[in-house]
């Protein structure tokens, strides 16, 4: 498989959306259109369980639109599907045929187990989190999953959500202080009935509309250096200040808050008591956000059925890394050489006592040099600048914000007046020494890229001597290597700071 597009329509309690996706077995994953309509049709279900017929119009209003669209696009594949508010109507059989005979649309209807499973296999090939509690909360149900090392442990379903709560609690507009009371101790019950929950002490990855309206909420707040709220993270004390924040607003104020979308100001109460209660039963520190849910699993998994090797939940990272390159029209046989040769000096530097060499840096630099200098593709003078943007305010799948900023700074390096401008911004998010690591790492990536400057693969192995007065770097070579020289020599300085000595570089040309 190539190229290979399609589209879903995901029929939710509260929204009903069509994305549109394009995948190449080259660039990845890629959303081309969202699309969504606020229908509620959670609210037209009637004390009875059934949907009215004025919900049922609506949707299949929506539909029609949505056929539209999709007919515009040429999309040749589209897979819609239904979740809580036609699964729980008693009518849903109904609706779906209506939905076939007056707009085309096979709508497939997900079980409970399904609809949770989907959102946890986004999560999981999309992320670095080994192990979480994920929560996805629709408009008329709630889906939990515990999974542990990337592996699903246990689900479960349970029937309220966001509007069903708004309609059992609150008597106004927004949540008052008893109402707000009512709904947390509701959830708490729920939750404290799943006996895998309790006291987890994981994380809580909210997915869903309504937690990335806290995620970007939170963003504005604090005037938040980065974009997109994928793998953001906040601590269980910020959750709850946002909490007391937002579920003590009027509702005006609520629809006009930056961040927040202001058709889900009604029900972003009810969902924070939800969220506070799962932490506080599981013992969650941190409550992370994730943008792919039940979608992107149900597309994750079509590809992986054509193409088994398409991603990998256990190196969620280097999967985008080589989509990322390809993109930027990165060499894969050049990025893997000049790993190898940062490596090699990485360890050569350790040998000498010039830096302490552990795995943990080792795949922090292994990471960068995947990815190092991919800014030349848009200029090749402003390849460090472009290079830190890119890398920091784009969204990269198996790696949380604060270890996104670490790739640009390392992926970046060109000297130390960069790295000190563009780490500016995040000084409390690293301790000194780490910045300094940092650096030393970024300098290693800069001279070892130097060291392949025609990108030839000439350099075939470095070895250190440290002479007291000055370091020797032997650089052994396979033919001649005159560009190499000229750019490792110009780049010596970045290495004589961290071995703290003058380093005399000499090149050896080896026969065979």
């Not at 909360?137 to 090392?149: A, K, P, R, V």
């Not at 956000?289 to 059925?305: A, P």
């Not at 050489?337 to 830096?355: F, K, P």
């Not at 060109?414 to 998010?429: A, G, T, V």
Request: charged fraction near 25%; proline fraction near 2%.
């Amino acid at each position: 498989m190539t190229t290979y597009q399609t589209a879903i329509i995901d029929i939710g309690s509260n929204t009903v959306r069509l994305v549109i996706y394009q995948y190449s077995a080259k660039t990845g994953l890629k959303e081309i259109e969202n699309i969504k309509a606020v229908a509620r049709l959670r609210s037209f279900l009637n004390e009875e369980g059934w949907l009215a017929q004025k919900g049922i119009d609506l949707l299949q209003s929506i539909l029609t639109s949505f056929k539209v669209i999709l007919e515009d696009y040429e999309v040749v594949h589209t897979r819609a599907i239904a979740t809580a508010s036609v699964r729980q109507a008693k009518n849903g059989a109904q609706i779906i045929q209506q939905m076939k005979d007056h707009v085309g649309f096979d709508i497939e209807l997900l079980s409970e187990e399904q609809e949770a499973f989907y959102g946890y296999y986004a999560v999981v090939h999309t992320t670095s989190t080994p192990s979480g509690v994920t929560i996805d909360m629709g408009g008329g149900s709630t889906e939990l999953t515990y999974f542990d090392e990337k592996e699903l442990v246990d689900s479960i379903s349970l029937p309220f959500g966001s509007v069903s709560l708004k309609q059992q609690f609150v008597s106004g507009d927004v949540l008052t202080s008893s109402e707000r009371r009512a709904v947390y101790e509701f959830a708490k019950e729920q939750f404290e009935r799943v006996p895998w929950l309790k006291g987890l002490n994981l994380p809580v990855i909210g997915i869903g509309g309504s937690a990335r309206n806290m995620a970007t909420y939170d963003q504005h707040r604090q005037d938040y250096p980065l974009s997109g709220v994928h793998q953001y993270r906040i601590t269980r004390e910020d959750f709850v200040a946002i909490a007391e924040k937002l579920t003590t607003m009027q509702l005006e104020q609520l629809q006009k808050l930056d961040g927040l979308s202001s058709d889900r100001a009604d029900i972003i109460g009810p969902v924070i008591e939800v969220f506070h209660a799962l932490m506080d039963v599981v013992g969650a520190q941190k409550f992370q956000f994730s943008r792919k849910g039940l979608r992107e699993g149900l597309v994750i998994q079509m590809i992986l059925k054509r193409d088994p090797h398409a991603f990998d939940r256990y190196d969620v990272f280097s999967t985008t890394a080589k989509f990322l390159c390809t993109e930027f029209n990165k060499d894969h046989s050049q990025i893997a050489h000049h790993d190898y040769l940062a490596s090699m000096l990485y360890a050569q530097l350790g040998s000498i006592g010039a830096v302490s060499w552990n795995a943990t840096n080792l795949r922090y630099l292994q990471q960068a040099a995947k990815v190092y200098f991919l800014g030349e593709y848009i200029d090749k003078d402003a390849a460090s600048q472009h290079t830190f943007y890119i890398l920091s305010n784009r969204a990269i799948d198996g790696l949380n914000h604060k270890e996104r900023v670490r790739l640009a700074l390392l992926a970046s390096y060109k000297n130390k007046d960069n790295f000190k401008r563009y780490s500016e911004p995040f000084q409390h998010w690293y301790g000194d020494q780490e910045l300094k690591m940092f650096q030393e790492l970024g300098a290693i990536l800069k001279f070892a890229y130097a060291l392949d400057a025609t990108q030839r693969n000439v350099v075939r192995k470095i070895r250190l001597f440290d002479r007291e007065d000055t370091v020797e770097v032997h650089i052994y070579t396979s033919r001649n290597s005159l560009a190499e020289q000229y750019r490792t020599n110009r780049q010596a300085k970045h290495i004589e700071r961290i071995v703290k000595k003058p380093i005399v570089l000499k090149f050896i040309e080896e026969e065979g």
